[in-house]
């Protein structure tokens, strides 16, 4: 048993960061502290605590205490320690990834618009970041309808003789072909900028006293369509009354209930609700609101590639708000401000993000309570001892044998696990069977599982008939695989859903469920997931292995020898058609070398 009163004797008062170990070493949480003493005793004491941190206590096995120089220091080696090992009583933020941009090329004459993510390595502006992909293609939507950008990548661009599909959609001005001047051109992207910088009024403004003058002069298809424009503008600024203000910030609401954490984020840039988006952070420790966000906040800035706005506004005031701000304007190279006591515009917007928060929580707790019962109800009609709290599903895709890419997808009680899904390009099988991609999926996965690669799963369903999960069967007992309940989900013969069949190995039983049945519309989603996650894999290789050239692969081939081959015949078409002399007759392209390329081309 940990020896509390000891190790505080030995304890600094200084600040730093601590981790919590279990008996098996394995990390349970990493805090920090400004004093580390008094915040490690906080764990110790006779009462006050709450049932989850108790739990945690009684867990302890050893503690390592890191000394730094300031809290702001311990907060950022906080979070480096948290995203690193995740322990299980952190606030853990699941979805991490950078945020989308939209970007409007700088070096170009004839500049283009297009959807960014990641570094932002080429020259240009971006704007954004935007909640998610969706509010992005939103907004191109809406520019390229009204200002008519390019979005076509410049290998396209610099390679059209005639206008493509969107200028006959009428969103875009063909620049390609010179059916715009480059002043003309210039002026468009300049009003997308100032759209983007939240300068509509002035773009109207602008865009009236153009049409005035386009009528004055008779011209009367530009007047229209500078009309159209300011009508766009309109109805677009219309719609967005609760975005008043210059401000650019990012609001954060938050709602727990039942152990569930909401954290909703609504993105404002230049006064402008670019958009908004709910986190679901996993948290065992029951922190109320307030903590919830200081937990929250580092960990979904720092050390990351987001952009930080001038003002974070909370609902909430924060513990250790001097070192939170200190450490977010280090990393930003500006000064950061986090926010809790508003009015007016601001005060409304964290109003918004509350709601919001509140909502969401309320549909996913019904949401995860419906998964529960669907669990429950699968525990029952297979007759298990035990709740299952782990599903993995299989499924094949191909088009005719080609490009076969085998699925799995993971579902517990939470939900599905994304984090574990896989995919599988099938290799070295006869087209089109299927009995033999299962087999090397199964093989590949539940090799890696046993080798300690992941956790297994309490149930697995195989999408297909006897020969699908006879498959399953023989490769889990090769392996050595015990204790995985293996289910077939055969489709029935009006192959509609509501019909399937489950073969349930362990009971040698054949089972069909009613349609209304929670168990049934469990297996359903788990299937139907593993359908669409298999049938995009495949297509992402087909279309891949459709774009690449037959002569890319073949060794001893490479750019060069490529591009003297094309020149030298024209074309690929003529390739196949040329003999092993013909290839040979190539510069730098051995006889060896043309007859390795002609088996290849020709399946010899």
């Not at 979805?95 to 070096?107: A, C, R, T, V």
């Not at 960014?116 to 939507?141: I, Q």
């Not at 706005?309 to 000064?335: C, H, M, N, W």
Request: aromatic share 8%; glycine share 8%.
């Amino acid at each position: 048993m940990f020896d509390s009163k000891r190790f505080l004797t030995t304890v600094t008062r200084k600040p730093g960061v601590y981790q919590m170990f279990d008996a098996q070493g394995k990390v349970l949480y990493v805090g920090k502290a400004k004093n580390l003493r008094n915040r490690l005793g906080s764990y110790f004491r006779a009462s006050g605590l709450t049932a989850k941190t108790m739990a945690l206590v009684e867990k302890i096995a050893d503690i390592e205490v890191t000394v730094t120089r300031s809290e702001t220091e311990a907060l950022v080696l906080e979070q480096s320690l948290i995203k690193s090992q995740r322990p299980p009583y952190n606030v853990m933020l699941k979805d991490d990834k950078g945020y989308p941009y939209i970007f409007l090329s700088s070096k170009d004459t004839f500049p283009r618009i297009a959807f960014h993510r990641g570094a932002k390595r080429t020259k240009g502006d971006y704007f954004g970041p935007f909640p998610n992909a969706s509010s992005v293609r939103e907004s191109l939507n809406f520019l390229q309808k009204t200002f008519r950008i390019r979005s076509c990548e410049d290998s396209v661009f610099a390679n059209r003789s005639r206008p493509c599909l969107q200028y006959q959609i009428e969103r875009c001005t063909a620049p390609c072909v010179d059916y715009i001047s480059a002043e003309d051109y210039q002026a468009d992207v300049r009003h997308a900028q100032m759209f983007l910088a939240g300068k509509s009024d002035s773009i109207i403004r602008e865009l009236a006293a153009e049409m005035e003058k386009a009528s004055e002069s008779l011209e009367f298809e530009r007047a229209a369509r500078l009309r159209d424009q300011i009508v766009a503008l309109r109805r677009l600024q219309s719609d967005q009354v609760a975005e008043s203000g210059g401000a650019d910030v990012d609001v954060l609401g938050v709602a727990t209930s039942g152990g569930i954490c909401c954290v909703h984020v609504l993105f404002i840039r230049q006064g402008r609700i670019l958009g908004s988006r709910s986190y679901y952070p996993s948290e065992k420790l029951g922190l109320d609101d307030a903590a919830l966000l200081s937990a929250f906040i580092p960990q979904f800035y720092l050390g990351t590639s987001r952009e930080l706005p001038r003002q974070i506004l909370v609902s909430e005031p924060l513990e250790d708000l001097e070192a939170l701000q200190q450490a977010l304007t280090e990393q930003a190279g500006k000064e950061i401000q986090v926010v809790n006591r508003l009015r007016g515009n601001r005060a409304t917007w964290v109003e918004m993000a509350q709601q919001a928060a509140t909502q969401n929580l309320q549909s996913r707790t019904a949401s995860q309570q419906k998964l529960q019962d669907r669990f429950e109800n699968l525990q029952e009609v297979l007759r298990l001892g035990d709740l299952p709290e782990r599903l993995e599903c299989f499924d094949i895709s191909h088009s005719s044998g080609e490009a076969t890419v085998a699925s799995c997808v993971v579902f517990d009680t939470g939900g599905p696990v994304k984090s574990d899904y896989r995919r599988f390009n099938i290799e070295g099988i006869t087209a089109g069977d299927d009995y033999a991609a299962m087999g090397q999926a199964l093989k590949r996965r539940y090799t890696r599982l046993s080798n300690g690669e992941g956790r297994f799963p309490n149930i697995l369903l195989i999408d297909g008939g006897k020969g699908q999960v006879s498959q399953a069967v023989e490769t889990l007992n090769e392996l050595g695989v015990t204790g995985v309940q293996i289910i077939g989900v055969a489709k029935g013969t009006t192959r509609k859903a509501g019909f399937e069949t489950l073969h349930v190995v362990a009971e040698g039983r054949e089972l069909v469920l009613e349609s209304d049945s929670p168990a049934l519309h469990l297996i359903q989603q788990v299937r139907d997931e593993a359908h669409r996650f298999a049938i995009t894999g495949h297509r992402q290789r087909r279309d891949k292995k459709r774009r690449e050239s037959p002569l890319e692969g073949i060794p001893g081939v490479g750019p060069a020898r490529r591009r003297a081959l094309l020149h030298h015949f024209g074309g690929l078409q003529e390739i196949l058609r040329a003999s092993v002399n013909e290839l040979a007759s190539v510069e730098g392209v051995s006889r060896k070398l043309a007859q390795d390329i002609y088996s290849t081309l020709h399946n010899e």
